[in-house]
């Protein structure tokens, strides 16, 4: 995930620069860059690797005078990383930052080629940049209009010109860009720690409209060059929820903040004992009468999706798909206006996601927004939203925002049973009660630091591992297994237990780590008959279960109260 950062005002560019994108390593990067208007001229630098390299190159050579200018962080898709395919791209005349794909680049390329210009990178970044160089007749707002008509796909531009040297253009096409509002500066960047530092104001740029910068004003235009008014937003998050506070890292913190997350996420949905999801929108007679049930998110978000679907059916009895997002949008979809279609997105500004939510709303269903950023897209676009109540989250891998999407996918569950009478007033307050306190459980897991060391310990050399489980705990092994391949970079996969003997069990090898998960009593028994499969090819078996048995002959055993949330469905049984 790239970083875009931009600043004009008064102050030295290049220290606000790479303090921005310093606040947006977690997006994790490969290279990055910054150009810098100073006396006329654009001032560029690159370097691979850390954000420090790009420092050393900077103290190295002359320092950069100028208050106008962009920053990135690359993450390669285009070309491999290196100092020449990093951002930023352009000539003596433009430069330009950018986020997200541009798909027509190959056709595009050749006709610039056809025209005589020729190419250094690998990137679709510096296509983008010589047909704004064709285009540029000294009208920088004229020549954006012309390439945004051209390119296709998913992106966020930053843009600045040798002729405009106090000027910031800033466009974007699904890709997320924020627009922050300064005392006499003004910024651009792909999200808000960007610039908490400076400024908590900032206005939410959409899809083709194309924002104006300069250090006193920010005009926003249409793609016909109508003026904009937009609403300002301001952050409720300071800059403490923006530093690591004492923790190694910022998975770490945002791991030990599940709990109050957890917390404000449910405290103001639980009124008398019970689901109030009234202030949402989400009223009675609405929520009876739906068919089906879509839940459409990627990655982790789609996981707890996946936690969603098993509690839904099992307590409503109403059919739910779980789609990936980039699926749901392209599979042609069955949906119809007696349909619930339920986007689940942490920025809420998911690219795909948000594609998906405005074909559902296109097709006549209902749609239910899952967010934790106020005013975001998604939350605009939806008929009905649920705030999450994550806080700031900066680590590269989900942690409290998966936990909270998971408590909302319960309390949505019990809801949904109690007006359909699939449940009494009393066991539904029963199960709002025992969900209420799973933040307590999760605090003394969080105590368990040495043993959960110990297993990691056993995990770090492994050259790949398997988790495994069966209904819900199949969803928390997905979520798992995205976490270890995202954090630790190990390859891991996420298989049903039951569907081992169907080729799977064949990729077992003398002390590859199996990591079981067995949360369910009705389950726990074919979990352990699955994890004697893999013993028997020589498995080394990390079981994560809160169900007592005897059969736990040569395992390495976490016996765990509860995994996250995942021990609810045990309520059911």
């Known amino acids: 995930m790239c970083g875009i950062v931009g600043y004009v005002g008064n102050k030295d560019c290049t220290e606000v620069l790479i303090d921005g994108l310093s606040k947006l390593e977690y997006r994790g990067y490969d290279s990055a860059g910054i150009s810098v208007l100073e006396n006329g001229c654009i001032r560029t630098v690159k370097a691979q690797g850390k954000l420090k390299n790009l420092e050393d190159k900077i103290s190295a050579g002359e320092c950069f005078k100028g208050t106008c200018g962009i920053g990135h962080t690359r993450w390669a898709t285009h070309g491999e990383p290196s100092d020449i395919n990093a951002h930023p791209h352009g000539n003596a005349i433009l430069s330009i930052v950018h986020n997200g794909i541009i798909e027509n680049y190959m056709d ?64 974007r096409k699904e890709s997320p860009l924020i627009v922050g509002v300064g005392d006499g500066e003004n910024f651009i960047a792909s999200d808000v720690p960007a610039i908490l530092k400076y400024t908590k104001k900032y206005y939410l740029l959409e899809s083709d409209e194309l924002a104006i910068l300069k250090k006193d004003s920010v005009e926003f235009l249409d793609l016909h060059r109508n003026t904009i008014e937009k609403e300002i937003q301001v952050a409720d998050w300071d800059m403490e929820a923006a530093e690591k506070c004492g923790y190694e890292h910022f998975m770490l913190k945002e791991i030990h903040e599940q709990p109050n997350a957890i917390k404000n996420t449910l405290s103001p949905r639980i009124k008398n004992g019970l689901p109030y999801l009234d202030g949402c929108g989400l009223d009675d007679e609405t929520l009876k009468n739906f068919n089906n049930i879509f839940i459409v998110a990627c990655g982790t978000a789609m996981h707890a999706g996946v936690v969603g679907k098993y509690v839904i059916e099992e307590l409503v009895r109403i059919p739910v798909t779980v789609d990936i997002a980039s699926e749901f949008r392209y599979r042609n979809p069955i949906i119809t206006e007696k349909d619930l279609v339920i986007i689940i997105s942490q920025s ?36 009905m939203v649920i705030y999450t109540h994550a806080g700031l989250e900066i680590s590269v891998a989900s942690t409290k925002a998966y936990s909270v999407q998971v408590a909302v996918m319960y309390l949505l569950a019990f809801k949904l049973a109690l007006i359909n009478d699939k449940i009494t007033e009393d066991a539904c307050r029963n199960y709002t009660n025992q969900l209420f306190e799973i933040p307590s459980v999760i605090s003394a897991y969080l105590e368990e630091k040495e043993q959960l060391q110990f297993i990691a310990s056993k995990l770090v050399n492994a050259d790949s591992l398997l988790f495994i489980g069966r209904g819900l705990d199949y969803a928390m092994s997905m979520e798992g297994s995205l976490k270890l391949k995202e954090i630790s970079y190990i390859h891991s996969e996420a298989y049903p237990a039951g569907e081992l003997k169907h080729g799977t069990i064949s990729l077992i090898t ?46 390495m055993l976490l016996i765990i109260e509860l995994t996250f949330l995942v021990q609810m469905i045990c309520l059911c049984h």
């Open 108 to 171: 595009i390329k050749e006709s610039l080629k056809n025209d005589g210009y020729t190419f250094e990178s690998q990137t679709d970044t510096e296509i983008a940049a010589k047909l704004l160089d064709y285009y540029y007749k000294g009208d920088p707002v004229e020549a954006i209009i012309h390439v945004l008509g051209e390119v296709r796909g998913s992106f966020a531009l930053g843009i600045v010109f040798k002729d405009f040297e106090d000027t910031i253009f800033a466009v």
């Open 348 to 383: 809420g500004e998911t690219a795909d996601t948000l594609a998906a939510l405005k074909l559902a709303k296109k097709q006549g269903a209902k749609t239910l927004a899952v967010v934790n950023v106020v005013g975001s897209s998604i939350a605009r676009e939806a008929d």
């Open 510 to 555: 003398e002390n590859m780590p199996v990591i079981a998960v067995a949360t369910q009593k009705s389950l726990f028994e074919k979990t352990i008959s699955n994890i004697k499969e893999v013993k028997a090819r020589g498995a080394n078996v990390i079981l994560l279960s809160s169900c007592d048995s005897k059969t736990k002959p040569g395992m």
